[in-house]
């Protein structure tokens, strides 16, 4: 085994989901992707692969564009409308300028046409997280509250604010997702991992803590709790 191929076989190189009606094509796809290191999920209806992709930490999007109960040019639509910037590549058995024009346009990252070669799947998954990555070091804003992922540092206009660890990653898991509410499983998975098994009230005790860093001494209430769903951050919240 060669030192790039041991790499791929024990470092996660992302969570791709796969939404494709063609089952065999949709469980070959997967299999060659988790060869090749990648954790994957797999939907077969655009409904299914519209909540998945709303409601779980993906990187990658594998996109068919004829799928039953919504199209995956609607599929693709509604996440960019609701402020998901997961890339997408959109597959298709359609061929044409035209057809590749319309999945841009409606927010894909890249297209790729049916029948199509797996290394070159690869290749184009492996592009859109480099971007991806590159985009995930940039300053997170809202309005004056800035969180440096590159840094690890947080301020509130001028002034710096210190955060523990906890405090710091529960903060970024709702800055990506500025205006949309994350559950509180959600908040649990990504910051103290799936196989925590402690009180899951920890998540509101962490909440409390960041409003009474970033919020109550700047007389903010931008964190706000939605009840028996999760939190959500934006300017003007109420707490």
């Known amino acids: 085994m060669t030192a790039a191929e041991e790499t791929a076989a024990t470092e996660p190189q992302g969570r791709v989901l796969i939404v494709e009606d063609e089952v065999?094509?949709?469980d070959g796809v997967a299999r060659?992707?988790?060869a090749e290191g990648f954790e994957v999920d797999v939907v077969h209806d655009g409904i299914s692969g519209l909540e998945t992709a709303r409601s779980e930490d993906i990187d990658v999007i594998v996109l068919d564009i004829m799928l039953p109960g919504m199209n995956g040019y609607?599929?693709?639509?509604?996440?960019?409308?609701?402020?998901?910037?997961?890339?997408i590549l959109m597959?298709?058995?359609?061929?044409?300028?035209?057809?590749?024009?319309e999945a841009l346009d409606t927010g894909a990252d890249d297209f790729l046409s049916k029948p199509f070669s797996f290394v070159v799947l690869v290749a184009r998954i492996r592009a859109l997280l480099r971007r991806s990555a590159d985009g995930r070091a940039q300053p997170l804003v809202i309005g004056?509250?800035?969180?440096d992922p590159l840094a690890r540092t947080c301020r509130r206009g001028d002034q710096d604010i210190s955060l523990t660890t906890r405090e710091y990653e529960l903060l970024?898991?709702?800055?990506r997702k500025p205006g949309q509410v994350v559950s509180k499983q959600d908040l649990l998975e990504r910051v103290w991992g799936a196989d925590f098994e402690g009180d899951p009230n920890v998540v509101e005790v962490y909440v409390g803590y960041l409003r009474r860093k970033i919020d109550r001494p700047f007389d903010r209430s931008d964190i706000e709790t939605v009840r028996g769903v999760g939190y959500r951050i934006?300017?003007?919240?109420?707490a």
């Not at 597959?91 to 024009?101: F, H, I, M, R, S």
């Not at 004056?144 to 969180?147: E, K, Y």
């Open 74 to 87: 609607r599929v693709c639509r509604t996440l960019r409308e609701e402020g998901v910037g997961t890339p």
């Open 24 to 26: 065999a094509l949709a």
């Open 234 to 238: 934006g300017t003007g919240a109420d």
């Open 91 to 101: 597959l298709t058995a359609k061929q044409g300028e035209y057809d590749e024009a």
């Open 32 to 34: 060659g992707l988790t």
């Open 144 to 147: 004056d509250l800035v969180l």
């Open 172 to 175: 970024e898991a709702l800055m």
